[in-house]
Nanobody, 114 residues
């Protein structure tokens, strides 16, 4: 059984920072990719960033230069450091694990507002 748990969301002013964490538990190979998606109210879930087991990283254009994804492979934990946050970054952020089937966390709310 595999499950994924996110934490670290909250309310922040524009220009502020937040750090999200995602811990994956269960029968997981450390070579599996992990990533972040987000869903704004009334919109589809969009991809944000991915890190492979080998450490290859990709970002959506909308977050390049502001967000950083990192991984603790030993603990199957992935982090998303979000800087210079904008109101359009508001949404529920979901962690995804490929093991190889996809596993999703329950999501954590990020609200960027003054």
């Amino acid at each position: 059984q595999v499950h994924v748990v996110e934490s670290g969301g909250g309310l922040v002013q524009p220009g502020g920072s937040l750090r999200l964490s995602c811990a994956a538990h269960g029968n997981i190979l450390t070579t599996n990719s992990m990533g972040w998606y987000r869903q704004a109210p009334g919109k589809q879930r969009d991809w944000v960033a991915t890190i492979s087991g080998a450490g290859n990283i990709n970002y959506a254009d909308s977050v390049k230069g502001r967000f950083t994804i990192a991984r603790d492979g030993v603990k199957n934990t992935v982090f998303l450091q979000m800087n210079d946050l904008k109101p359009e970054d508001t949404g529920v952020y979901f962690c995804r694990l490929w093991a190889p089937a996809p596993y999703w966390g329950q999501g954590t709310q990020v609200t960027v507002s003054s």
